[in-house]
């Protein structure tokens, strides 16, 4: 079982700046979701909206360019717009993924569907609540470090020394971005309802292997060790085709897995 | 009316405002956040190449210490920084990693023996201790003396606002996300708390505290192309502005990074040039050598950015449908050490330029990317004229980057400063009793209250989208890199139409909950408040210092501008903010005023400065032989730490020295 093949996926994508130089000046249509559910009598809608495509344009700009030129209600979502802090999760064409880095030229027929990420708390259009959702899967997860020496700790010492391949190692995992593309993803999450999806186990796995937390086994068997945790997973895989991030979810899933039902024995 | 009363609350959600929650929220004082946006998408997430803290354990940074941690920061602030304040820090940045590290950051570790690296453009080995294997790394930054920038591939601010963040959640404490704080609470002179929009419902809620901390980050959104997040608009010193009370320092000094890529603006790290990457002309040519033979790309980000300005304006640049820009080549770095230590910069030329840039250059320039200025404290974190008022972070200006900030000493000052002023807050919280009127609370609801329902009213006026793009427009233009008096004279000038023109916005989407436009119509004029402060500053200030180049002063004018620039808005009818200034006394420096050993020095020196240095000869003289650098320092300069950060460093082969 191998977590590269998301890798490769992304090496061979053909360069952006050839494509996006021959599709200058395109119409694109965009049909995006809209409602909101602070007014009483809005119904959902998907309303149409047709731009000129300009260079190197992204979801980010085109967005931005709608709601200023023909809809000053459109809700979205963007903080970094440099695909770095998760917050521009959105359904395009189909598929979860970061609208800030999603350049309007990977698309040949220049007709874009934006649907806000299911499973979430809808704010309004595209706007999700992932913040509340995250928040709560990180006291689920307790997702810090759980160390009684850690108390004790005098700051004036040398810092307690670690393998840099393990640093290394727990930083691929940390490297989450929380933006709710796995969850959006994820079958089993759709069927039960207290699933806790791959963002969860990746945060398990992240301290599962950090020797500075102290939980045992035992200790992760009471968080995942259900059909509510690891075992509900039904491996179809939505979060690894789809992590922004090429998080190693599929890998990280078996491995606890394998973990968790050697601990029920 | 909805009322919330804490002990401390605190506005804005990234690493400096989550550490100073969790330092009052320990103390056992109620603690909120508000943030815009769930914490961990602060604006912090993005700082990419590290935090600077002089731990000396890889042999890069073997000798480093408080002392030239110090002398870094404070030349690298051309001497406008507050040392004393520079000393708390260098003094717990140490802290702040170790800290860091229990609490989970998975901090790049010292690796035992040879390793190759990239120095000034060819490969180098060095030897790592053994006795340091494990230890936490460092890298090497702009400005620096040694290699003391400590970090976790280019995510370092992610790594850290996650750490800090669910050391937050642990403590239970809470955090409102989705919240927006549009005015201060005060009576007589007392800051009281926060008229707080709720961002989904429209609800306008009162938050009344004890200490209200504004830890809300920067304002580069004052300008057209930023490598900020878009929520960078500095509203939190704009609150604190419009009390009247509340005083900003140097807003005029604004850092233009010289490494985000065209056209967008997003940032590639320092950590690029650190890690051996050089600056590439239209032909090639490596530039940097021939104007700061010394320092060359690694040179402070103020000098870079001119150099890559002036030689772009020789004809030099790389001509584009975006103007000209210059290019980074980090493609000597090899692909294995990219895809490792700066995999963030990899990712984004991928999506955003289609590049790669372990075989291709990356097209950059310099852009607006860090606010040295903000809300003026005290070294407690505390307003100069406003007590229950605090701020840390980049919405401070706490003053320990003067007029330049060096890369790395921004997520390092977020950390510490929230150690330190938290501190000081849980002291405040601690000796103050809260007295509120709630008829003060209504009356400044009310006032808000009014503005909104004026906004969704108006039929006709202007159009708050315009009036946004023309000021971030005047500012790029006019108020950017280089300056200058008729330039700036003109930004004045369009900035007060322009918020003369903002008192007429009139909205299309008259909805008062959720409504993208009302947060623009509500925020824009606030923004033009802060621009006027960064341009009259500029304006007045004729002298070249730090990231402030003006070319019709283009001396740093020690004689009649060693001074901090602070500004306020009496009247909130007034069209212009009121300039005053507060001298820095070099007779009290640790460093007094010298070179930074760029260009030629053609600084003007202020007569104090001769006297000065002679007085700290004469004192090094009289020393004992055996007088330790702690002696020694304390004999220059005093200064205080919150009790529980006073002790010192230890470091690998020092021990406590």
């Known amino acids: 079982m191998s977590s590269k093949h998301a890798h490769n996926a992304t090496q061979d994508k053909p360069r952006i700046q050839e494509k996006r130089i021959a599709v200058e000046g395109r119409t694109l249509e965009f049909r995006i979701f809209k409602y909101n559910p602070q007014i009483k009598e809005d119904r959902p809608t998907i309303v149409t909206h047709t731009l000129t495509e300009a260079p190197g344009m992204t979801i980010f700009i085109a967005l931005n360019e709608i709601r200023e030129k023909f809809d000053r209600s459109l809700q979205f979502d963007f903080v970094c717009r440099s695909g770095i802090c998760g917050s521009c999760g959105m359904i395009i064409n189909g598929k979860p993924g970061l609208a800030c880095r999603t350049l309007t030229s990977e698309f040949a027929d220049g007709v874009i569907s934006l649907l806000p990420l299911p499973v979430f708390e809808l704010i309004g259009d595209l706007s999700v609540n992932t913040g509340k959702f995250m928040r709560s899967m990180s006291e689920k997860v307790e997702t810090w470090i759980h160390s009684e020496q850690q108390k004790q700790i005098d700051l004036c010492r040398l810092e307690e020394k670690m393998e840099p391949d393990l640093a290394d190692e727990i930083y691929e995992l940390d490297r989450c971005i929380e933006c709710g593309c796995c969850i959006s993803a994820c079958a089993t999450k759709r069927m039960r309802d207290q699933f806790l999806g791959a963002v969860g186990f990746i945060k398990v796995a992240r301290f599962e292997i950090d020797t500075r937390d102290n939980r045992s086994d035992a200790d992760w068997y009471h968080v995942i060790g259900s059909d509510e945790g690891v075992f509900g997973c039904m491996a179809l895989m939505g979060c690894e085709d789809n992590c922004p991030k090429d998080l190693p979810h599929q890998h990280k899933i078996a491995y606890l897995r394998r973990k968790m039902a050697l601990n029920a024995f | ?657």
């Open chain 2, 1 to 657: 009316m909805k009322t919330v009363v804490t002990d401390s609350l605190v506005i804005g959600g990234g690493l400096a405002g989550l550490r100073v929650a969790i330092a009052s929220q320990s103390r056992g004082f109620d603690t909120i956040v508000l943030s815009l946006t769930p914490a961990k998408r602060s604006h912090s997430a993005a700082a990419q190449g590290g935090m600077q803290a002089s731990l000396g354990a890889t042999i890069k940074g073997a000798g480093d210490n408080e002392d030239v941690h110090f002398s870094d920061t404070v030349k690298g602030s051309d001497w406008l920084c507050d040392q004393k304040v520079a000393r708390m820090f260098v003094n717990t940045a140490p802290k702040a990693i170790r800290e860091l590290a229990t609490w989970g950051v998975p901090w790049s570790r010292v690796r035992r023996g040879e390793r190759q690296v990239v120095i000034d453009a060819e490969k180098i080995t060095i030897t790592e201790r053994d006795e340091a294997h494990g230890l936490i790394a460092a890298r090497d930054f702009g400005g620096t003396k040694k290699w003391r920038t400590c970090y976790t591939s280019d995510g370092t601010g992610h790594s850290m606002l996650y750490a800090m963040d669910n050391k937050a959640i642990a403590l239970g404490i809470p955090v409102h996300d989705r919240k927006e704080a549009i005015a201060l609470i005060h009576e007589n002179g007392i800051c009281q708390g926060a008229v707080v929009r709720d961002l989904i419902t429209g609800e306008l809620i009162a938050y009344v505290a004890k200490a209200t901390t504004i830890a809300s980050g920067g304002y580069g959104r004052l300008y057209s192309v930023s490598t900020n997040a878009v929520i960078c608009e500095g509203i939190g010193a704009a609150i604190a502005l419009e009390t009247g009370i509340a005083t900003l320092g140097n807003m005029e000094a604004v850092q233009f990074h010289p490494t985000a890529i065209v056209p967008v603006g997003i940032l590639t790290t320092e950590g690029c040039r650190g890690d051996g990457g050089i600056l590439r002309d239209k032909d090639g040519y490596r530039f940097m050598p021939d104007y700061e033979p010394e320092k060359k790309e690694l040179a402070s980000r103020d000098v870079v950015s001119r150099r890559m300005t002036e030689h772009m304006r020789k004809g030099k640049g790389v001509a584009s449908r975006y103007g000209d820009h210059l290019w980074l080549d980090i493609t000597l770095l090899g692909k294995q050490h990219i895809n490792k230590e700066l995999r963030e910069v990899k990712d984004i030329c991928h999506y955003f330029l289609g590049i790669d840039p372990a075989t291709d250059f990356i097209p950059v320039r310099p852009t607006q990317h860090y606010s040295m200025g903000g809300i003026r404290t005290r070294y407690t974190g505390e307003s100069t004229s406003m007590p229950g008022l605090f701020a840390a972070g980049e919405a401070a200006c706490w003053d320990m980057h003067g007029f330049n900030r060096l890369g790395g000493n921004s997520v390092a000052e977020t950390a510490v400063a929230g150690m330190i002023v938290g501190e000081y807050v849980a002291d405040y919280c601690a000796t103050h009793t809260l007295n509120f009127k709630s008829s003060t609370i209504e009356h400044f609801v009310d006032i808000e209250r009014q503005k909104i329902d004026e906004l969704l009213n108006r039929s006709t006026g202007e159009d708050v989208f315009q009036i946004k793009k023309s000021m971030q427009k005047v500012m790029m233009d006019k108020v950017g890199i280089f300056r200058s008096g008729d330039k700036l004279e003109s930004a004045v000038q369009q900035l007060r139409s322009l918020l003369d023109e903002s008192k007429n916005i009139a909205i299309h989407n008259k909805i008062a909950s959720s409504n993208p436009e009302l947060v623009e119509a509500i925020r824009v004029p606030k923004m033009l408040k802060l621009a006027l402060t960064v341009a009259c500053g500029a304006l007045a200030r004729t002298e070249s210092r730090g990231a402030h180049a003006r070319e019709d002063f283009p001396e740093r004018n020690d004689r009649d501008w060693l001074k901090r620039t602070l500004v306020n808005w009496e009247d909130s009818q007034a069209d212009m903010p009121t300039l005053s200034y507060e001298p820095l006394d070099i007779m009290t420096m640790e460093i007094p005023p010298g070179s930074r050993g760029y260009g030629i020095d053609n600084t003007i020196p202020h007569p104090d400065t001769a006297v000065r240095k002679k007085q700290i000869e004469e004192m090094h003289a009289g020393m004992p032989p055996n007088a330790n650098r702690y002696t020694i320092q304390s004999a220059l300069m005093s200064y205080e730490v919150p009790e529980k950060y006073q002790g010192k460093n230890e470091r690998i082969g020092e021990g406590f020295k």
